[in-house]
């Protein structure tokens, strides 16, 4: 699972990264050539391809012809600095390596927030997640997530720190007929006397990017490590007393808009 | 090249990273933990002793003779509580015989096992208690295991909070062994809960009945003993024993006969014992010699399933889960009008059902820790839900020979008026000390 999300990763990035283009030329042989538009000089197109690199090339050559506008011309590029922001997610979360099986789960936030030139942000999160898909093992997450912009430009890289409160929806101890496994071969059902759901803090120490687009909307990418501590008791604690306390530890990956 | 670098740094935690990134879970959870305890020979035959009043901990059967009440503390004894003011019952004192699980009164005499014998106790003053009798082996559900530190008399059970890690192989096990000792799930074997419950059920026979309150005997629906006409029946696992007590005071074993399935409950009504096993109910004639006389089976889906009759129709409630097997929670009615082939005719849905009793047109069924419901019985039409009191716990139910609904819970034994059939009221309460 590591390396998917590794590949995911980079072929996410990548084209961000070394997105440097502004013509796309096609020539009647089939061939394409790439760059930066220098204008037209005695029938030639004058394209640049790194520094030192200019090639003409006759115009009657040309079968085609797409300029790539720059991104600073598109309307509503950059329009998400120094003002309140808004914000949806959606992340994934998983264990590596667990003993018996790994667990998975999937969530979703809404976000509001505020930017400081791209310098630092700070946004409040609250939402839904669940911690084991296709069980009832979910919760109301509310968060504050402080981030610290590294790089400058369009693609921001960032860490930050988020801190949350998770209370309980439900959860596997709770419900008489489920029960969380780990251990999945050992999956028995009999009458349990019901937990409370629950609820427990989460720390997730995060980094990633932050891709300034067009339109006003911007797409946030980001990897973290995912702490959530958990404590669920039973509701007949004088009769039978039983007592859930879990740690989540999970690498979550999301993506975001922010508009 | 920064924003790479700073990839690169977090792919790297990735791989760096990875083994740590595990839930880590820890169950802390109440077991129940057994401790054999052992008694001499010469404290096995010794006579059972009446004692000084002693808080309930651990009830199991429970009877309603005459105005008192007996509540057996399992594996211990029985607890003998004034009921002439059902407003305030009294606890007076208590018969210790160790081993004993299930007794049942009639004329004046307790019939109680300790272990496998049967012991016989004159109650007439029931302040002066007297053994006067003794069979050995007839009981054989709880028969004595020597060893060399004595006879196992009872298992001594303490609650202890242990904390087991989710990944463990004990996790999820309802029995399994930790430092050289053996612990039980608490949820799944509820003291209160289990098979402890014991006696028969007259109810019907109270209300149609007019006979003084001081001559009658009634238990709950969830008995290994009872008596019928001059017989005394005692359900083990898979067989049933026939003592004669013509003479009260000197039984005398009269048959043994087999029981298919696991046999847990024994109801007599009319000539008949209804016995409810894990499987189905089996109906014996008892009528002509007292031998009980195979009449027929009803197979059903594998639970626990305390059974009563009114004659016309048989109630069975299935509780699937526990120590029962099964996942089924519904009570049942059998047409047994012919009782050679039962018919059921009707389903009810239930939770958790336990005990149960009928009072006229009313069936009260417990619903263990969800507490008890009334439900009217309109055979052969549908049963029709009339009211569900969750106040308390409830495993198994009697009506006494005061005309008072007694419910046994968790936490307590708790009486209900019934001077409004329609409208139980709580009018009083005996409290257990938990351990």
Same mark, same amino acid.
């Given at each position: ?74 309307? $509503? !590029? *950059?329009?998400?600095? =120094? ?6 997610? #959606?992340?994934? @979360?998983?264990?590596? &390596? ?14 509001? $927030? !505020? *930017?400081?030139?791209? =310098? ?6 609250? #939402?839904?997640? @669940?911690?084991?898909? &296709? ?28 801190? #949350? ?95 | ?435």
């Amino acid at each position: 699972m590591r390396y998917l999300i590794l590949v995911g990763l980079l072929l996410v990035f990548v084209p961000f990264i070394s997105a440097q283009s502004d013509v796309k030329i096609k020539l009647r042989n089939g061939q394409t050539i790439e760059g930066e538009w220098l204008g037209i000089e005695n029938d030639h197109f004058l394209i640049g391809q790194g520094e030192s690199i200019i090639r003409y090339i006759p115009e009657g050559m040309v079968l085609k012809l797409k300029v790539v506008p720059d991104i600073n011309s598109y309307p $509503g !590029y *950059d329009k998400n600095r =120094n003002i309140l922001i808004w914000g949806l997610s #959606g992340a994934f @979360n998983s264990t590596l &390596g667990q003993k018996e099986k790994n667990l998975q789960g999937l969530g979703g936030k809404i976000s509001v $927030g !505020y *930017d400081w030139e791209h =310098n630092y942000a700070l946004y409040v999160s609250a #939402g839904y997640s @669940n911690m084991n898909i &296709g069980e009832p093992e979910t919760f109301f997450p509310v968060s504050i997530l402080p981030v610290k912009y590294l790089t400058e430009g369009r693609l921001l890289v960032f860490a930050g720190l988020e801190a #949350g409160m998770n209370f309980g929806i439900s959860n596997p101890w709770e419900s008489a007929i489920s029960r969380r496994s780990m251990n999945i071969d050992r999956h028995i059902s009999w009458s349990q006397p019901t937990h409370f759901a629950g609820k427990g803090i989460s720390l997730t120490p995060t980094t990633g990017i932050r891709i300034i687009g067009k339109y006003g909307i911007d797409h946030v990418i980001s990897l973290g490590l995912h702490l959530q501590q958990f404590t669920s008791q039973n509701k007949f604690k004088d009769d039978f007393y039983s007592k859930i306390d879990l740690l989540y530890r999970r690498w979550q990956i999301n993506y975001g808009l922010i508009f | 090249m920064k924003a790479i670098f700073y990839l690169s740094v977090t792919i790297l935690g990735l791989f760096t990273m990875h083994s740590c990134v595990k839930d880590t879970c820890v169950h802390t959870k109440k077991y129940l933990h057994y401790e054999p305890v052992f008694i001499t020979q010469e404290e096995f035959d010794a006579p059972a002793e009446y004692t000084l009043a002693r808080p309930m901990e651990n009830t199991g059967t429970i009877y309603a003779y005459g105005s008192y009440i007996f509540v057996n503390e399992f594996q211990r004894g029985i607890h003998i509580i004034d009921n002439h003011n059902p407003q305030s019952p009294n606890v007076k004192g208590f018969i210790e015989i160790p081993g004993n699980t299930h007794f049942t009164v009639k004329s004046n005499m307790l019939y109680a096992n300790k272990l496998e014998d049967l012991v016989v106790l004159d109650i007439t003053d029931v302040d002066q208690p007297l053994q006067v009798n003794r069979i050995s082996d007839v009981f054989q559900l709880h028969r004595a295991q020597s060893s060399d530190q004595g006879i196992l008399a009872y298992y001594e059970s303490t609650d202890e909070a242990i904390e087991i890690d989710c990944n463990d192989q004990r996790y999820n096990s309802l029995i399994f062994s930790f430092n050289d000792r053996l612990f039980f799930d608490f949820e799944a074997f509820t003291p209160s809960a289990n098979l402890q419950f014991a006696a028969v059920n007259n109810a019907k026979a109270v209300v149609e009945s007019g006979n003084s309150p001081s001559t009658i005997g009634v238990g709950g629906s969830m008995a290994r003993f009872t008596t019928f006409g001059e017989y005394l029946y005692v359900l083990s696992d898979h067989s049933l024993e026939t003592i004669d007590i013509t003479t009260p005071d000197q039984p005398v074993k009269h048959a043994s006969t087999n029981v298919a399935f696991t046999a847990e409950t024994i109801y007599p009504f009319e000539g008949h014992l209804y016995i409810g096993t894990t499987n189905g109910m089996h109906i014996y004639n008892v009528s002509h010699s007292g031998t009980p006389e195979f009449v027929s089976t009803t197979a059903h889906i594998q639970s626990c399933d305390p059974v009563i009759s009114d004659g016309e129709y048989a109630y069975v409630t299935l509780r699937g889960g526990t120590e029962c097997g099964g996942f089924t929670n519904q009570l049942e009615a059998y047409d047994i009008q012919n009782p050679f082939t039962p018919t059921r005719v009707q389903i009810f849905p239930m939770d958790n059902p336990h005990g149960l009793t009928k009072v006229g047109d009313y069936l009260y069924i417990c619903e263990g820790p969800g507490g008890w419901k009334k439900v009217k019985s309109n055979l052969p039409g549908q049963f029709t839900l009339e009211q569900t009191n969750s106040s308390h716990s409830a495993y198994d139910v009697l009506v006494t020979p005061q005309f008072t609904l007694l419910f046994v819970g968790s936490k307590g034994i708790f009486q209900y008026s019934m001077d409004g059939v329609n409208n139980p009221q709580l009018i009083s309460q005996v409290e257990f000390v938990l351990p």
